[in-house]
């Protein structure tokens, strides 16, 4: 069974379109997230929801809204596309049972996405 | 959130073992230090996590020194699928903190 899972895959779009990224954990972790990595490989964090309360928004346009319709599901929709949205974008999950829990996080295999 | 710098690339050969060190000179007290491991294509991989002297698993061993302002990843004998990107981050990873990556050291595994 897969841990963290994403979907889709892939999306290609246009300019303006609105899309949505989908991601499920079936480990019963209580914190999910949503990571951006840009064509230099560099990772960084967009959100974090611990019990589906948002508890991390770093500078991040607008466009962006994550949903989390229960602690297993965190979906991030983009309204607006725009070409450097272009990337690859990671959900990932962790069990905060300790100090240091977060730092072991579960990471979906990603979602490509390429605007035009 | 402590910076951490590790060299941008290695190379090695199948049976040897690989270490990384990752320098963590504004290491706080209550921060604990995480390697990922990334492969092509892939979301990143938690390897191994530690606080001081030494960690060990099934993957990797990983060793602190008393100061803590530095830390080693040991890969044991190397194959071909070790070849990644490895991430060294320090954070205090209370709940919901954020994990800050940096370029990460990539490791190619030659035959």
């Known amino acids: 069974d897969t841990a963290v899972s994403q979907t889709p895959k892939y999306l290609v779009t246009q300019m303006g379109n609105d899309k949505s990224i989908k991601c499920e954990q079936n480990l019963g972790h209580d914190t999910m997230y949503w990571y951006k990595q840009d064509s230099k490989k560099f990772l960084k964090i967009m959100f974090s929801?611990?019990?589906?309360?948002?508890?991390i928004n770093e500078t991040v346009p607008n466009r962006f809204s994550p949903k989390s319709p229960d602690k297993a599901h965190l979906n991030l929709h983009i309204n607006s596309l725009e070409l450097g949205d272009s990337a690859v974008y990671f959900c990932?999950?962790?069990?905060?049972?300790?100090?240091?829990?977060?730092?072991?996080?579960?990471f979906g295999p990603g979602t490509r996405l390429t605007v035009l | 959130l402590a910076k951490t710098t590790q060299p941008i690339s290695m190379d090695s050969y199948e049976g040897q073992e690989v270490n990384i060190t990752c320098s963590h000179n504004n290491i706080a007290t209550n921060d604990y230090i995480t390697w990922y491991q990334q492969f092509p294509s892939q979301g990143p991989r938690f390897i191994i996590q530690?606080?001081?002297t030494k960690v060990t698993n099934e993957v990797a061993s990983l060793f602190i020194p008393a100061d803590r302002k530095s830390s080693t990843l040991s890969l044991p004998r190397v194959s071909l699928s070790d070849t990644a990107v490895y991430y060294c981050?320090?954070?205090?990873?209370?709940?919901?903190?954020?994990?800050?990556f940096g370029g990460g050291t990539r490791v190619l595994v030659k035959p």
């Open positions: 929801y611990n019990n589906k309360e948002l508890i």
């Open positions: 990932a999950s962790s069990q905060d049972i300790s100090t240091g829990g977060a730092g072991w996080q579960f």
């Open positions: 530690g606080y001081k």
């Open positions: 981050l320090v954070g205090e990873y209370a709940a919901g903190n954020k994990l800050t």
